[in-house]
């Protein structure tokens, strides 16, 4: 009876909390590059074209299997785009070591950060992987994605392109 | 600002560094537990596939050491590490009824064993079932109270059968949920053991202590002392006799009798004697 | 023995809080920023029927349920949070006993030089061998600290860290329901480029060492148990061009518990890690050695219970779900491990590699005990250990490969070969199960995935997992068909063909359907569920079998 209650309070915060809400700004938190150094998220750029992060580890197949997928159709989304991907890793200790010869064993050319004390994923109401955010051109989030089926990259696609002709998207995150 | 902030650190630094103890003496050799006239009934679930158990059991002959009369020990095999497994050698069945009833009652295999119970109190982490490493701290809390009552016992075997006569004496009031509880522990009873910290993982005669074999009392929870509420100065005489089982050896057993409160089910004094004639 | 916290001032609680911050919304129109609100849920709840066959226990409550909400709340320099968690009563094999409260609430200040949180916080000093503290909702793992941390940055590539806390235990933060132990930290980290960037240095080094001492009462007048124990590391990052190389050393004075026997031995750890990546190649190697590195925030402690520090298994994480029949847990206690990986791509365009590459990864790690001797000198030392002496046979070996292949657009496979084995005394350590001799397993899986059409996949797994021990041989099979983004539906069947025992020769079948909408996720399956290990993130818990309905609403806003 009690977890009933718990979620009708679940929606009763999401109805309240959702509208009216401007687009939200990336959180500054400090992450680690693969050499080591910390870089702040605040840092991260592209010009003022349109970001993907994404969250993932080297332990999660549909992560893989989306990294993957865009992999495949990067450099055509670049041309078009001028999109760029920031792979954020929650891995730990047991696999973060690990981070670095793997994207490179794949031959993936995403900019990759590791998160280990998972402040960053915290910050952004990340539960579990993938997650996936797009980032407009004044880096404020404009879509997110939790999961992957296979097919999904092209919807993030479509999102993508639309960040980058200017058109403004409606925020999935929201009511209809 | 910059001093400031640097200074702190330093302190902070200082502080943090003092903080590490190192023991010269680990076991107290002149400590002599104080004279009590409490005595402490502890049960420790075990089994003999449980191969973390002999580090608990070598933790109870320490505690017996400082302790002696003080403390009474009840090993209690039950639960998934108390089952046979012939094809591996671990043959015989020490369960008992009364056995898996508490094991069942207190959850010790969902708490994993080792584990026991210091007269079943709860402690400070909501807990009846504790780690051995607790178990010291326990008893010489429960030494330094004043005992509510006292038991004396006498166990005698006159042509296979066995009777015990009990004497309870309050020192204060009680209440109608007292129950007496008497039952029969075993000692040096030899069988395979399962030992990780033996490079074979098992000791083939392994001595097995205190062993609950079974209950004198009716069912697994003891007899009520008195109907009604129990007057400070009331002596109870209580006799009970059972045809004794023949593959106890009585030179090796001990008779182990404690009053709990039914409903808390906490023992509050218990005594232990072994079997004459 | 259930005691369910009181949760309606919890909930009025939060209804303050949420009335607060929802008359904040109504004034965004002004120029003063009035934060902003975000925050994720969820709830996984299981109906459980009994089934005597597989060894499903009844069940009294029917229905287990874990939820959680969390509230972000984020204005400027300011950010606080809190969280709702309820498990009511809890699922099955999960780490946490029943109840609901408010167990993690914060208040963080944040500059460029300077940090401050107050309340529950998340923390982990270098590798975590000496301090970690991290949530894992899959296992009901949480061993946060609450007190006070902070951050100062004095200089440019200079990190210091102090806190003061204690941790978790259940649900309410009042200092009776913390741990016994009192928690203090302190991590310094230098990354020295940073501070010397005028130099140009080409290898970026970085140093750092961190001291936690853990305050917990002596009040056994026979044990002489340390009050104050200390654990301190030292470590240091090289990197330059594809290569890096870390080293960790960690040491652990005078720690008597229950875990290590009551033994005043000091504990080491030392972690080595290199690792050399560039374009389609990257290789990674580990050597660990732990002795006595068991670090809770109570010496009485057990289990998953009020761990101090983080000691990862040396092995790779498996997700296959007949790879993970065959797992490892660090043995704090003592251990030597080793781990090699190395993954590269088979460049497109030549013979092996096809249209698109072929990607190649191979992993072996392979741990063994220390090789002990009891200290008969001083018996409260427990045993002596050489630093290099291993035991004789292996606690715990597992080699694989992967293949991933795409043939077409619409078809790619991976294929995978791993080869388990486990000393026989250690199996019975780690899983209870009483084998009379050292397992081995050999597993073969086989996932393909075929696009039907745009955004309509359909993926199947056949998996196979050979061995003589424990219960036998299994097969699955597991067909996945999903439509991007929103549909899917799963059916597989795990089978027990190889049991010893005929009667428990069980299928255990299974189905799952979900739908994901915007940023919430419906999943709902059925079936029987093989009790077994599951593994998330290093720590193990295990699942007990099941029969029923389970259900899984998850969403972010």
């Known amino acids: 009876m009690k977890s009933i209650y718990a979620f009708l309070f679940t929606v009763l915060c999401l109805n309240i909390v959702v509208f009216g809400q401007t687009d939200r700004e990336l959180p500054n938190v400090m992450v680690k590059n693969l050499e080591g150094e910390n870089i702040e998220t605040g840092t991260f750029d592209n010009e003022g074209g349109p970001i993907i992060i994404s969250f993932w580890a080297t332990w999660c197949k549909p992560c893989i299997l989306e990294l993957r997928a865009i992999a495949e159709e990067y450099e055509d989304w670049q041309e ?24 490179s064993g794949k031959d ?27 980032l407009n051109a004044d880096k404020q989030i404009v879509w997110q994605h939790n999961s992957y089926s296979p097919g999904d990259e092209e919807e993030l696609y479509e999102v993508v392109r639309a960040v980058a002709e200017g058109v403004e998207i409606e925020r999935n995150d929201e009511q209809e | ?161 066995l009777r015990v006569d009990a004497q309870v004496g309050y020192f204060e009031a009680g209440t109608a949920d007292h129950h007496l509880v008497i039952v029969v522990t075993e000692d040096s009873i030899f069988s395979k053991q399962s030992d990780y910290d033996v490079p074979d993982g098992y000791i083939p005669n392994y001595h097995h202590q205190h062993m609950l074999r079974g209950s004198i009392t009716p069912g697994n929870w003891g007899e009520q002392l008195k109907p009604g509420a129990i007057q400070a100065g009331e002596i109870f005489n209580k006799e009970y006799q059972l045809t004794w089982n023949s593959d106890w050896d009585s030179n090796n057993c001990h008779i182990v009798a404690y009053v709990i409160d039914n409903i808390t089910k906490e023992v509050l004094q218990a005594e232990e004697i072994i079997i004459n004639g | 023995m259930v005691r369910t916290k009181c949760d309606i001032g919890s909930i009025r609680f939060i209804l303050y809080a949420l009335m607060l911050l929802f008359s904040q919304k109504l004034t965004a129109q002004t120029k003063v920023d009035p934060g902003d609100i975000s925050g994720n849920f969820q709830m996984d709840a299981q109906y459980y029927r009994e089934d005597t066959l597989i060894g499903a226990p009844d069940f009294p409550e029917n229905v287990g349920s874990n939820s959680f909400l969390n509230l972000l709340y984020t204005r400027n320099k300011f950010q606080a949070g809190i969280r709702y968690e309820a498990y009511l009563p809890v699922q099955q094999g999960f780490l946490r006993t029943t109840g609901s409260g408010l167990p993690y609430r914060y208040a963080k200040w944040t500059d460029t030089k300077f940090e401050l949180t107050a309340g529950t916080f998340y923390e982990q000093f270098g590798s975590g061998m000496v301090l970690r503290s991290y949530e894992e909702w899959g296992l009901g793992f949480d061993n946060s600290i609450d007190g006070f941390r902070g951050k100062v940055r004095p200089y440019e590539g200079v990190e210091l860290t102090g806190l003061v806390g204690r941790q978790r235990n259940a649900f309410s933060n009042r200092v009776e329901n913390l741990s016994a132990g009192l928690i203090r930290g302190f991590d310094a980290n230098w990354n020295i480029n940073e501070t010397f960037d005028s130099l140009n240095i080409k290898t970026r080094i970085r140093i750092g060492g961190s001291f936690v001492s853990r305050y917990q009462k002596d009040e056994d007048p026979i044990q002489n148990y340390p009050e104050n124990v200390a654990a301190m590391a030292a470590r240091v990052n090289l990197n330059r061009k594809g290569f890096n190389l870390f080293v960790e050393v960690a040491k652990k004075i005078n720690d008597p518990s229950t875990v290590n026997n009551i033994i005043y031995k000091d504990g080491s750890g030392v972690l080595v890690q290199g690792s050399y990546a560039r374009k389609g190649l990257g290789i990674s190697v580990q050597a660990k050695r732990i002795d006595n590195m068991d670090f809770r925030s109570d010496r009485t402690a057990t289990f998953n219970n009020l761990n101090l520090n983080f000691l990862p298994p040396q092995t ?35 013979r092996l590699g096809g249209k698109y590459g072929t990607s190649l990864t191979f992993n072996w790690s392979r741990i063994h005990g220390l090789d002990k001797v009891p200290n008969l000198n001083m018996p409260s030392e427990g045993y002596d250990a050489d630093f290099f002496g291993i035991s004789e046979k292996p606690f715990f070996q597992d080699i694989n490969l992967e293949i991933y292949h795409k043939f077409s657009k619409h078809f790619k496979a991976t294929l995978s070969f791993l080869y388990f084995n486990y000393d026989e005394v250690l199996f019975k350590q780690l899983t209870g199960f009483q084998t009379t001799e050292d397992v081995t397993a050999h597993v073969q899986i086989l996932d393909m995935s075929y696009k039907v059409k745009k955004k309509q996949t359909l993926r199947m797994e056949l998996q196979h997992a050979y ?31 190889g049991n010893e025992d005929e009667d428990l020769r069980l299928h255990y079948f299974s189905g799952t359907a979900g739908v994901n909408y915007k940023t919430y996720r419906f999943q709902l399956g059925y079936g029987r569920q093989r009790a077994g290990v599951l593994c998330v993130g290093g720590v193990c818990r295990i699942v007990p079998a099941s029969n029923g309905v389970i259900l899984s609403v998850v969403g972010s806003f």
Not at chain 2, 146 to 152: A, D, E, K, V
Not at chain 3, 481 to 486: D, L, M, V
Request: proline letters at 4%.
């Open chain 3, 467 to 497: 061995t003589q021990q424990e219960f036998g041989s299994w097969a699955m099979a597991l067909i996945e068909y999903s439509i991007a983004p929103r549909y899917f539906i799963a059916i597989f069947d795990e089978y027990n063909y």
């Open chain 3, 316 to 350: 790779k994480q498996h997700t296959y779900r007949l790879a993970t029949l065959f797992p490892y847990a660090t043995q704090p206690l003592g251990e030597w491990a080793g781990q090699v990986e190395v993954a590269y791509k088979i460049k497109k365009g030549t």
């Open chain 1, 80 to 103: 078009e785009t001028g999109v760029k991907l920031i792979a954020i890793s929650i891995d730990d200790t047991r696999n973060a070591h690990k981070v670095a010869p793997f994207v």
């Open chain 1, 108 to 134: 993936w050319d995403y900019e990759v950060y590791i998160d280990e004390n998972g402040d960053f994923k915290r910050a952004l109401n990340v539960g579990n992987v993938p997650h996936t955010f797009v």
């Open chain 2, 1 to 161: 600002m910059k001093v400031f902030k640097l200074g702190s650190l330093i302190a902070l630094l200082a502080f943090v560094l003092s903080s590490c103890d190192i023991i010269d003496e680990p076991v107290c050799l002149d400590c002599q537990a104080e004279a009590s006239e409490m005595k402490i009934l502890l049960e420790d679930f075990t089994g003999h596939l449980c191969g973390n158990c002999p580090r608990a059991h070598e933790q109870l002959e320490v505690l017996k050491a400082s302790y002696g009369e003080n403390l009474i020990i009840v090993g209690i095999h039950a639960g998934g590490f108390a089952k046979v497994f012939p094809a591996a050698g671990y043959i015989p069945d020490y369960t008992t009824s009364m056995g898996d009833e508490l094991e069942e009652y207190y959850g010790a295999d969902i708490e994993g064993l080792p584990v026991g119970m210091v007269n079943r109190r709860t402690w400070q982490d909501g807990k009846v079932l504790q780690k051995f490493a607790g178990w010291g701290t326990q008893i010489s809390t429960i030494l330094a109270e004043t005992p509510p009552l006292s038991i004396g016992l006498t166990a005698v075997i006159t042509d296979q059968i």
